[in-house]
Structure formats: C-alpha cells, structure tokens
C-alpha cells in the first residue's frame, strides 16, 4: 500500500517512515500540507497520515483541501498529533472529514494494528466517514477558535516560562514564527494590535492581501476605513476586567467600508512577544452568508406577497400542537374570521365533530403517501354553517419560526359538491327513464309473442347470474341486464302467425325469424342509452364456431356480453315451451350447454352457468313471471 507521511518534524518524520515500511509498505513524505497536497495530486496514495501543526498548509488545512478534492476524498485521512490533542480537536478533525484522530505517542506495534486493521477494511469496501458539510463560514469558525485556543494556551504556558526561565526567549521566537505560519495559511483575517494605542503589530496574509502592509498604523484608519478614532470595539471593557485580566472571547460584526465585506469578529486580549498585553481579533469573511440573508429577506417578502395574494386558501399549523400559526386572507375569508382570531386556534376547532373520523381518516391517508389529496374535507365557517374543502398538505415538515410544520392548501369545493349533487340526482333520474323505457320496448315485444312471455325477463336473469359467478364488473353486468330485457324485440317484425304457428316453421319462416337480431339492432342503434346494447342484440345468436347468424362471428370476435346473453337464451328457451314443440327438462337444457361447450358456446361462460345450477343457487322456476 501507497502511504503518504505528513510530518514537519525531520525525527518523527524518519521513525514514521521506517515503521511503516517495515510492514511492506511504500512511503512518500513531505514536511508541510502544500508538498503533500501537491504530491498527493500528483500520485493519489492509500492512505495520508497527517500532523496537523506544521509550516506553509497546517494539517487541518490539508484535510480539508483533499476532502474537498474529488480525486482525493475518499483517501482515509488519519491523524497523528502531540499538539492537537483535546476534544474540540477531534471534533474539528471529524467536522472537516478525517477518517481517524490519533494522539502521539503511540507504540509501533499499536500504530501498525491500527493502519492494518484501516486496510482490512479498505480491502472489505469501507465507506469512509461523511463530511458532516457545514458552511464553510462555520468550518473556519471552528478552526478559527482551535487555533486562537492553542495560541492563547501556548502564550500562557510561554509567559509562565518567561517567569521562570528567561532564556526561553529563542524558544518564543520560534514559536511566533510558527504563530505567523499557521496565520497565513488560515483563510480569515488575523491581526494583533496594542491593546492601549491600538497600532496593529501584526496582521496575517490573508489580511495583508485586502489591506497591504499596515503594521504599525492604527487600526481604524485601515481596518475600519472611515472612522475618525478609536471605535465603540476598540474599548478594552470587553477585554480586560476591572483588575486588567483578559475577560475572554467576545463577538461582533462590522462592514468595512472599504471593501464593502461583512466580518465575523471575535476579539480576545493576549500576552504579546514582549510580554504586553495586545488584542487578537479573527475576522471571518461573512459577505457571502450576508447577502444569503438578504436573499433569503428579499425571498421571504416576495413569498409573504404570493401568501397573502392568492387566491387558495393556505393555512400552517405546527405539527406537534396542531395549532394554526399563519393564516392568508383567502382562508380568513372563506371562513370569515379575521387573521388574528384563526391563529392560534387547535386544527380540531374548525371541522365539524360529527365528522372528524373522516377528516383524520382522510388526512393519514394522505401523510402514508396513499393519496395527494385530502378530499371533502369539511370546514366549519365562524357563522356555523360549513364550506367543504379538498386539502392538499406537505408530508415533509416545514421549519418556520422553530417550529416544524405542516402547510395546507384548501380549494372550496362547496359549490363545486352541490353541482355535482344536482348532476348525481339528474342522472339517476335519467337511468330510471331509460330503464323504464327498455322494461317497455321488453314488454311491447311480449305482447306480440304471448307463448314466449316472461321469456325476455328470464334471460336477463339467468345471464345476470352468470355473470355474477365469472365476477364481473357491476357496470357490466347492468349492461347485460339491459341488453337481456329487450334481447327479442326485433321480433316485433315477425307476423303473429308465424310466432304463435303450431308445429315446424318453413324455411322461409325460420329465416324470417333469424332476422329478428338485425331488426333488434337497428331498432335500438339509433337510441343515445349509455350502454351498448344494440351490438349485443345483434350478436346473441352468434357461436363460438362461427356457425350462428346474422354475421357468422367467431370466439373472441363476440362481445363476453352476448356469448353469455346466448347461453342463458338456449336454456331458458329449452326449458320453456314453444307452440311448435313441447318443453325440455332443465337438465335436457344444461346438456346441450355441456355437449357443445366450447365449440358453440365460451367454455367460461357454460361452466358458470353449469355451477350455479349444479350448487342450487339457481332456478327457472324461481325466476317465472307472477
């Protein structure tokens, strides 16, 4: 495995080197966070065991840059650190994405278990961890504060050393050098100033990039262009108590007025190189986060106006109390309450009880995802009369003002239910007539032929119940129903004698009668009924071998409709006597469905019919006219 060392320190850097490629594996070393990013591009590795504190990009700055590197960020990043060695530091290492936090010294032995085990798991296709993907304001806030922690902390320890050993001066001198190398590489402005004049003594790269070179001047003629002196945050009562001691941290923000940029301050007093105290501000960039608020102030206006303009009603309610928070105009006046009178009010307050089963039902429904829309869901006005409503709601909470919740979008409907209401009771109405109309062409037909009366009504109710036992749909079987009724009317062109003629027909006599089907059809074709019925008519002497008339149809050529219209028509038919021979037994009947079936008549639609006679659920004579 490919291992990349990150180590400022020469001796760390060489026993690192030789422990690890005494397991096998290939090392690249480099002593900052540039080299390393650099070669890392260069030559992604396995695995980069990091320090953080080091020269030109400091650890924190490299995880971060390979992190955010496509090529690069899913490379375990670990840790290996005597400096950083708190919980806040390993809480910045996971912030920013690093794999594993590591607190020097470590055992070899222990070392080598550890990057085994991370290869094991590499091997056995280890995820690493997500980026928790914070802004980056915040990122740098918290790096920021880790930073000024280990400052202040070092510049405590260095003044307490100061007492004891003044000796330690070289050592001072490094570490402000190390100070001004870690400085640079952080992306927020870092300056140090006199706590008392307020000339700056020191200022990061990053601030010599917007301001230039400006140690030695005072701060508000640079920093904070445009003052004429020393402003409200140059006052040392929010850095030293009453006794002159440093307080701590406090914050604050400022435009400055030269860059027009917004600043994240945090100031603090600090011993300086000399020993004197100094103020060290951290001013992170917040430009870009300020004009995200004022977008997102700008988005919130523009919404307010869509809120209060439209037309639909909207309400919002918190999720956890059911309480309405926010009401638009429409609603109100839909309702006719006023704004502040709906909210605050429980959702329970403005449906009706005797129908909050239903509302309930109808809102989990929709929360299940089983439909999009609560429908008729009833409304109580402030007058106690109720509108009806369907209600469209988000399933995702909302977060507004720290609550999470639920937004609804309610169209009246009121109108819309009553039309519909009319519309249900017209067309029933109008079924009822059309029904009555075809039980009248039925009994017209009948009138003419009085051997066959009660023949048509039979039909209708055998064919019915076969189609029952097939469980088909209820729209279908009214068709058959229907079509059943009036199945024989085009008889009504067959002279009387022909009907009623006792023993058997010419040849002409039968072919007059097998019109009958098409004269059927053309009677009721030009008819607007919402069924189908007169291609039915036409097709209910046809056969499943195409021998039937008029048209010689074939299987699936007939309509389901009229292959069972057929088998209820023989055995009715059969059963029942005709003046030109006499009745058939039922079971005589049920044969000849059984003997043909398949070659005459559907299989599905004989052996439905066979079942209900054959489980006596059926009967002709339970079914003859009264």
């Known amino acids: 495995m490919n291992i990349l060392v990150v180590e400022d320190n020469e001796n760390s850097r060489i026993i690192l080197k030789k422990i690890l490629e005494s397991e096998g594996h290939d090392v690249a070393t480099a002593n900052n966070g540039r080299e390393a990013f650099d070669l890392a591009i260069a030559s992604p590795p396995d ?72 290869i094991e798991e590499t091997r056995k ?197 059911r309480e309405l928070k926010y009401a638009n105009p429409a609603i109100c006046s839909m309702l006719g309450y006023r704004k502040e009178e709906l909210e605050g009010v429980k959702i329970s307050e403005i449906h009706p009880k005797a129908e909050l089963d239903h509302v309930i039902s109808e809102f989990q429904s929709q929360a299940r995802g089983e439909k999009t829309l609560a429908e008729d869901i009833p409304l109580l006005r402030k007058d106690g009369t109720v509108l009806y409503a369907d209600i469209r709601t988000n399933n995702e909470s909302v977060l507004i003002d720290g609550s999470q919740c639920v937004v609804g979008c309610i169209t009246d409907i009121t109108e819309r239910k009553l039309v519909d209401a009319r519309l249900v009771s017209s067309n029933e109405k109008l079924q009822i007539a059309l029904e009555g109309t075809i039980r009248a062409l039925a009994t017209m037909s009948e009138w003419r032929d009085p051997y066959t009366a009660g023949h048509q009504k039979r039909v209708e109710e055998l064919a019915c119940a076969i189609a029952q036992e097939m469980k088909l749909p209820e729209d279908r079987i009214k068709i058959i129903k229907m ?76 309509t389901i409709e009229a292959r069972i219209m057929a088998v209820a028509d023989v055995v009715e038919a059969m059963a029942s006597h005709r003046p030109y021979r006499p009745a058939s037994t039922v079971e005589e009947a049920l044969h000849e469905i059984s003997r043909n079936k398949g070659i005459l008549y559907d299989p599905e639609v004989a052996d439905a019919c066979l079942k209900i006679f054959a489980d006596k659920r059926f009967s002709l004579k339970a079914h003859e006219w009264s």
């Open 47 to 118: 695995m980069i065991i990091s320090d953080i504190l080091m020269p030109v990009m400091d650890g924190f700055a490299l995880c971060r840059e390979c992190k955010g590197n496509k090529k690069l960020q899913n490379i375990p990043f670990i840790f290996y650190t005597a400096t950083y060695t708190d919980e806040k530091d390993e809480e910045l290492a996971s912030e920013i994405g690093a794999d594993l936090f590591l607190r020097k010294p470590l055992e070899p032995v222990t070392l080598i278990a550890i990057v085994r085990e991370i």
């Open 483 to 558: 079509a059943a009724l009036v199945h024989d009317i085009g008889k009504i062109s067959v002279p009387t004698e022909i009907l009623s003629k006792p023993g058997r027909l010419s040849e002409s006599e039968f072919r007059m009668i097998q019109i009958h089907s098409e004269v059927g059809h053309d009677i009721l074709k030009g008819i607007d009924f919402p069924w189908p019925i007169a291609g039915i008519i036409l097709q209910h002497h046809e056969r499943m071998d195409g021998s039937g008339y008029p048209r010689g149809l074939s299987g699936q050529d007939i």
């Open 125 to 321: 296709g280890r995820v690493p961890p997500e980026n928790l993907n914070i802004e980056r304001e915040e990122v740098l806030k918290l790096y920021s504060e880790r930073l000024v922690s280990k400052l202040e902390k070092k510049m405590l320890d260095l003044e307490r050393e100061i007492a004891e050993h003044r000796q330690v001066e070289i050592e001072l001198k490094d570490s402000y050098i190390r100070f001004k190398t870690v400085m640079d590489n952080i992306e927020a402005l870092i300056y140090v100033a006199d706590i008392n004049n307020h000339r700056i003594l020191y200022l990061n790269k990053y601030g010599r990039d917007v301001f230039g070179d400006v140690e030695g001047k005072l701060c508000w003629k640079t920093i904070q262009t445009g003052q004429s002196g020393p402003c409200q945050f140059c006052s040392n009562d929010k850095l030293l108590d009453k006794d002159g001691k440093p307080t701590g941290v406090y914050s604050w923000e400022f435009q400055n007025t030269l860059t027009g940029k917004w600043y994240d301050c945090r100031d603090s007093a600090i011993r300086w190189i000399d020993g004197a105290l100094a103020r060290i501000e951290i001013a992170t960039d917040i430009t870009k986060r300020k004009k995200t608020e004022e977008a997102l102030r700008e988005s919130e206006e523009k919404y307010r106006a869509i809120f209060e303009s439209v037309s639909e009603g909207i309400l919002i309610a918190d999720r956890e109390t």
